[in-house]
C-alpha cells in the first residue's frame, strides 16, 4: 500500500463514524462477488493496495472492506528447522513466504491485510465454509489480523450469488466455527507430522549409505492410495484369463435377420459348445414364449462432487485435477453451488422454481426449463449421501456471460442437464423377451421401447436408451436359424485405475476428504510413483510401495488411516478433542518409527537400490537390435562429457552398438521401435519447443537427411563410462 | 541378494520374485480349467497365454519362463 493510499484509507476511517467491518475471503474473485452483493448500489469501490486489490463497499450504516486471501496464507513447519532431524514433533503456523519457496509476494499480501485490519470494528470470516476456508480465514484472523479469530463473525454461504450473500451477511453467526477449525487444524498436523517424519526417515537412511540426497516422500494419505494402485495392478498382471464359450446366434424373421442369445450364456467347455452348435444346425426355431413388461428407470440423483467429476472424466475425459479447476471457476463466477460437497441432496430450502425461472432465459434450456416450470416439477430426487454444510451441486440460475471456454461449458451444461433431469418424472420402457425352441435348446430374443422417455429426454446427450424392436412374432411361429456358432471369449481382469476410479476408491474406502482426495491423486504422480491415465505404478512407486509395506506396514493400511479420519471427522462433530486425536496419531506414529528404526539400514539399502534401478530405467531406451540381448542405454563420455547411446552388453564385451544423441533437452523413451530399422525412438524435450521425436540410429532409412550424422553415429566406445 | 530368475527384484521363493511367484502359481493353478475347456497340453497352454487378450504382463514372463525351463506341469500335481 502506497503511503498516499494509506492516508486515503486512514482518512475514510476516522472521517466515517460507522460501523467499519472487515471481510477475509478466500479468493479475489469471491471478494469482489462479496463486495458487489454487500455494497448498496451494487458498485463497490476498488482499491489497488500493494500486494492486491481490495474493496470497500457501503452498507446500510457500515463500511465493509473485503479482502482476499489467496488460499492458504500461513502453514506449518517443523519449530526446530533441522531438515534431518526425526522423529519431531514440535511444529508451528508460520506466514508460507517462510517456509515456501518462490511465495515472497505472500508476505506482502499478509502486511497489506494487517494494516488494512487496524481499524475494524468487527471481523467476518467469509472463505468458504468447510474445513479449508474455516482453516484459512482463522490463520489469517489470528495470525495478521491481532488473534481477532475468536471473536470473528462466520458467513456461511452455498453459492456466490448477491441473494445468497445477502442472506449469509444478515444471519452470519457470531464466533468462528470453533469445530470446523479444529478439525481442519488436527488434520494439517497430523498430515505434516506423518509426511515430515516417514519422508525423513526415508531419505536419511539412504543418504547415509550413498552420501546422496534424494527425497522418497511417503504420507498418511499418500501411501495407501499409491497401495491401491499397486494393488489393481498386481491383479492386472498376474491374471490369467479363463476361456468360456458363447453361443451366436441369429434367425430370419420375414425380411429381418434377429440376433439371439443362448439359454446358458457361458458355456465353460468346447466340447459342449460345438455339441450345441452340431445339434442346432440345420434346424428352424418355434416361438415358444413371448413375455411383455414395463422397465422403470428412476431419474439420477443429484452431483456430490465425486461423483460430478467421475461423470466429467467418462464423458468428456477431463481429470479430476481438471474438473476440480473448472468447478472452482464456475463456483467462483456465481453458476454453480459450492462443488467440494459429499451431498446428494438438494434441500426444500432451495427455491427450485426461481433457479428454473432464471435457467429458462437461457435460450438452450429454455424449453426444458419451462417444461418443468409448467408441470411443477419442483422436487427432486434425493440421493443418500449427505453433507451437512453444502447441498448437491446445483446450477444458481445466473447466466453466464459467454466467456466459458470449452471445458467450463461441457461441465455447466451437465452440471444443468442433471439438475433437471433430477426433477423429472422417471423414464418408462417395454421390454419384450422371446424364447425360441430349437430342438431341446432354447436361444432369447430381446426388446426394449421408450413409452416415457421421462429424465432421459432432460439429460440428453449424457443418458440414452439404446432401443431394439423386435419383429411382430406370434406363439408357434417357425422361424429359420440362419446362424449358429461358436465364440471363445476370456474372462477379463479388473481394468487399471483411471484417475477418476482411483477418486472413487478412496472415496468408498473413506481416505482424504473430497478437498484433498483429488490433490494427493496429482501428488504421487509428480512423485513418479504412477504413470498414465490409467494408472500403473511405476517402478520407483513399486519399490518405494514394497519397501513401506515390509517395514511401516500400518502406513499402507486403510484401517489405520481410515481410523484416523473417524477420529478427525469426530472433531468436526464436537465427539473428540483435537489434542486427543494428536496424542492418538503421534503415539502410533512414534512406533511406526521405532519399527523401522532397527531396520534403517536395511530399508537404506532396498532404497538405494531402487533408486539406482529407476535410475537405469529411466536410461533405459530400449532392446539393442544389434545383439538383440541387451539394453540400448543413455550414457556419458568420460572424455567429452557427451551423451550417447550404448549397449549394456558393451561390458561383457558382446556388443558394441552405439549413436549419438542430441546434448540438450531431456531425452526420454517412446516405447517403440523404428518401423524402419527397428533401434528404439526417443522424444527430446526441449524448454519453450515442441516435442521432438527421433529414431536414435543415426544410419535410418528414414533420416538421411537428418542433422544427427556426425562420423556415421559410432562413439569410440573406450570412452563409454556409465552415468 | 539372489535375484529373481525373470526381473531384477529379491528372490522371495522357487529362484522368482514376490510378484513373479504369484504369476507363476496362478498360470499353474489356471491349467486345470483351460485344459477343461479346451483339452490343451500343458505346452501349448503356455504358449496360448503369451498371445491371449488380457493376459497380465507378469503371467506372461513367468509362462515364458516356464516354457524355457521346460517346467512340467504332471509332476507338480
Same mark, same amino acid.
Given at each position: 500500500m502506497s503511503?498516499?493510499?494509506?492516508?486515503?484509507?486512514?482518512?475514510?476511517?476516522?472521517?466515517?463514524?460507522?460501523?467499519?467491518?472487515?471481510?477475509?475471503?478466500?479468493?479475489?474473485?469471491?471478494?469482489?462477488?462479496?463486495?458487489?452483493?454487500?455494497?448498496?448500489?451494487?458498485?463497490?469501490?476498488?482499491?489497488?493496495?500493494?500486494?492486491?486489490?481490495?474493496?470497500?463497499?457501503e452498507g446500510e450504516g457500515e463500511e465493509i472492506l473485503v479482502c482476499p486471501a489467496l488460499g492458504h496464507l500461513y502453514t506449518l513447519v517443523d519449530l526446530r528447522g533441522d531438515k534431518s532431524l526425526c522423529p519431531s514433533f514440535v511444529t508451528k503456523w508460520v506466514s508460507r513466504d517462510r517456509a515456501e519457496r518462490g511465495s515472497q509476494r505472500i508476505r506482502a499480501w499478509i502486511q497489506e491485510i494487517t494494516q488494512l485490519s487496524k481499524r475494524a470494528d468487527q471481523f467476518i470470516n467469509a472463505c468458504d465454509y468447510d474445513i479449508e476456508g474455516s482453516l484459512i480465514g482463522s490463520t489469517i484472523l489470528k495470525y495478521a489480523c491481532s488473534e481477532k479469530d475468536k471473536t470473528a463473525a462466520r458467513m456461511r454461504f452455498s453459492t456466490l450469488t448477491k441473494a445468497d450473500i445477502l442472506l449469509a451477511y444478515k444471519n452470519m453467526a457470531s464466533g468462528t466455527d470453533d469445530s470446523l477449525v479444529e478439525a481442519g487444524l488436527a488434520r494439517h498436523e497430523v498430515d505434516f507430522l506423518y509426511g515430515i517424519n516417514l519422508s525423513r526417515l526415508l531419505t536419511t537412511s539412504q543418504k547415509r549409505l550413498s552420501g546422496r540426497y534424494s527425497t522418497i516422500s511417503?504420507?498418511?494419505?499418500?501411501?495407501?492410495?499409491?497401495?491401491?494402485?499397486?494393488?489393481?495392478?498386481?491383479?492386472?498382471?498376474?491374471?490369467?484369463?479363463?476361456?468360456?464359450?458363447?453361443?451366436?446366434?441369429?434367425?430370419?424373421?420375414?425380411?429381418?435377420?434377429?440376433?439371439?442369445?443362448?439359454?446358458?450364456?457361458?458355456?465353460?467347455?468346447?466340447?459342449?459348445?460345438?455339441?450345441i452348435v452340431s445339434e442346432c444346425e440345420n434346424s428352424r426355431g418355434i416361438v415358444k414364449e413371448i413375455k411383455e413388461g414395463t422397465v422403470t428407470r428412476s431419474p439420477p440423483y443429484p452431483f456430490d462432487i465425486g461423483s460430478l467429476q467421475r461423470a466429467a472424466y467418462t464423458l468428456f475425459n477431463v481429470s479430476?485435477?481438471?474438473?476440480?479447476?473448472?468447478?472452482?471457476?464456475?463456483?467462483?463466477?456465481?453458476?454453480?453451488?459450492?462443488?467440494?460437497?459429499?451431498?446428494?441432496?438438494?434441500?426444500?430450502?432451495?427455491?427450485?422454481?426461481?433457479?428454473?425461472?432464471?435457467?429458462?432465459?437461457?435460450?438452450?434450456?429454455?424449453?426444458?426449463?419451462?417444461?418443468?416450470?409448467?408441470?411443477?416439477?419442483?422436487?427432486?430426487?434425493?440421493?443418500?449421501?449427505?453433507?451437512?454444510?453444502?447441498?448437491a451441486v446445483y446450477p444458481t440460475g445466473v447466466k453466464p456471460d459467454g466467456m466459458l471456454s470449452k471445458e467450463e461449458g461441457m461441465i455447466y451444461d451437465l452440471i444443468v442437464r442433471r439438475f433437471f433431469a433430477t426433477l423429472a418424472p422417471p423414464a418408462r420402457m417395454k421390454s419384450v423377451r422371446v424364447k425360441i425352441g430349437v430342438g431341446l435348446h432354447f436361444f432369447t430374443m430381446s426388446g426394449l421401447s421408450a413409452m416415457e422417455m421421462g429424465w432421459i429426454r432432460f439429460y440428453r446427450p449424457y443418458a440414452q436408451i439404446t432401443e431394439r424392436f423386435l419383429p411382430g412374432l406370434k406363439l408357434g411361429q417357425e422361424i429359420g436359424l440362419v446362424k449358429v456358432g461358436v465364440v471363445t471369449r476370456y474372462s477379463s481382469p479388473a481394468p487399471a485405475y483411471s484417475s477418476a476410479g482411483l477418486l472413487g476408491e478412496m472415496e468408498r474406502k473413506e481416505i482424504g476428504t473430497n478437498a484433498t482426495r483429488t490433490g494427493i491423486i496429482e501428488t504421487i504422480g509428480r512423485r513418479r510413483y504412477v504413470k498414465g491415465d490409467p494408472m500403473s505404478a511405476t517402478p520407483l512407486g513399486w519399490s518405494v510401495g514394497t519397501l513401506l509395506e515390509r517395514h511401516f506396514p500400518r502406513i499402507m493400511s486403510v484401517e489405520m488411516t481410515r481410523d484416523l479420519e473417524h477420529q478427525m471427522n469426530g472433531i468436526e462433530g464436537g465427539k473428540i478433542w483435537r489434542v486427543e486425536v494428536l496424542i492418538n496419531s503421534t503415539e502410533l506414529l512414534m512406533s511406526m518409527l521405532d519399527e523401522a528404526r532397527q531396520h534403517e539400514a536395511a530399508i537404506g539399502r532396498e532404497l538405494l537400490e531402487t533408486t539406482r534401478r529407476t535410475r537405469l530405467e529411466e536410461m533405459a531406451l530400449g532392446k539393442c537390435p544389434i545383439c538383440k540381448t541387451g539394453e540400448l542405454t543413455v550414457l556419458r563420455s568420460k572424455k567429452t562429457k557427451k551423451r550417447f547411446v550404448g549397449c549394456s552388453n558393451y561390458w561383457t564385451g558382446r556388443c558394441r552398438a552405439s549413436a549419438p544423441l542430441?546434448?540438450?533437452?531431456?531425452?526420454?523413451?517412446?516405447?517403440?521401435?523404428?518401423?524402419?530399422?527397428?533401434?528404439?525412438?526417443?522424444?527430446?524435450?526441449?524448454?519453450?519447443?515442441?516435442?521432438?521425436?527421433?529414431?536414435?540410429?543415426?544410419?535410418?532409412?528414414?533420416?538421411?537427411?537428418?542433422?544427427?550424422?556426425?562420423?556415421?553415429?559410432?562413439?569410440?566406445?573406450?570412452?563409454?563410462?556409465?552415468m | 541378494m539372489e535375484k529373481c530368475r525373470i526381473c531384477d527384484r529379491a528372490v522371495t521363493e522357487e529362484s522368482l520374485c514376490r510378484y513373479h511367484s504369484i504369476?507363476?502359481?496362478?498360470?499353474?493353478?489356471?491349467? %486345470?480349467?483351460?485344459?477343461e475347456? !479346451?483339452?490343451?497340453?500343458?505346452?501349448? =497352454?503356455?504358449?496360448?497365454?503369451?498371445?491371449?487378450?488380457?493376459?497380465?504382463?507378469?503371467? %506372461?514372463?513367468?509362462?515364458?519362463? !516356464?516354457?524355457?525351463?521346460?517346467?512340467? =506341469?504332471?509332476?507338480?500335481?
Open positions: 503511503i498516499r493510499q494509506a492516508w486515503e484509507l486512514d482518512l475514510w476511517m476516522s472521517a466515517t463514524a460507522v460501523r467499519r467491518a472487515f471481510i477475509i475471503a478466500e479468493k479475489p474473485t469471491a471478494a469482489r462477488r462479496i463486495a458487489e452483493a454487500l455494497d448498496r448500489r451494487g458498485s463497490p469501490k476498488k482499491v489497488k493496495g500493494r500486494a492486491f486489490e481490495y474493496y470497500v463497499s511417503a504420507g498418511r494419505v499418500q501411501s495407501p492410495t499409491l497401495g491401491f494402485v499397486m494393488q489393481r495392478d498386481e491383479e492386472v498382471n498376474s491374471f490369467v484369463p479363463i476361456p468360456h464359450f458363447e453361443i451366436d446366434a441369429a434367425f430370419k424373421v420375414g425380411e429381418e435377420t434377429v440376433a439371439a442369445s443362448y439359454q446358458k450364456q457361458k458355456i465353460q467347455k468346447l466340447s459342449e459348445a460345438n455339441r479430476p485435477t481438471r474438473s476440480m479447476g473448472i468447478l472452482e471457476r464456475l463456483y467462483l463466477d456465481a453458476l454453480i453451488s459450492y462443488p467440494r460437497t459429499g451431498s446428494q441432496k438438494l434441500p426444500s430450502t432451495i427455491d427450485v422454481e426461481s433457479k428454473l425461472k432464471d435457467l429458462a432465459s437461457i435460450p438452450k434450456y429454455s424449453e426444458l426449463a419451462k417444461e418443468l416450470v409448467e408441470n411443477r416439477c419442483f422436487r427432486p430426487r434425493q440421493g443418500v449421501k449427505e453433507d451437512p454444510a453444502h447441498p542430441p546434448q540438450r533437452g531431456k531425452v526420454a523413451p517412446v516405447g517403440v521401435a523404428c518401423g524402419s530399422c527397428g533401434w528404439p525412438r526417443i522424444k527430446v524435450l526441449s524448454k519453450g519447443r515442441r516435442p521432438w521425436m527421433i529414431c536414435v540410429n543415426p544410419m535410418c532409412p528414414l533420416k538421411k537427411n537428418s542433422k544427427i550424422q556426425g562420423n556415421g553415429g559410432v562413439i569410440d566406445v573406450g570412452e563409454m563410462q556409465d | 504369476a507363476k502359481r496362478n498360470t499353474v493353478n489356471a491349467y %486345470r480349467l483351460w485344459k475347456a !479346451l483339452g490343451i497340453s500343458w505346452k501349448d =497352454y503356455l504358449v496360448s497365454l503369451q498371445k491371449c487378450p488380457g493376459c497380465g504382463v507378469w503371467v %506372461r514372463e513367468a509362462s515364458n519362463h !516356464l516354457l524355457r525351463e521346460g517346467y512340467r =506341469y504332471e509332476e507338480k500335481v
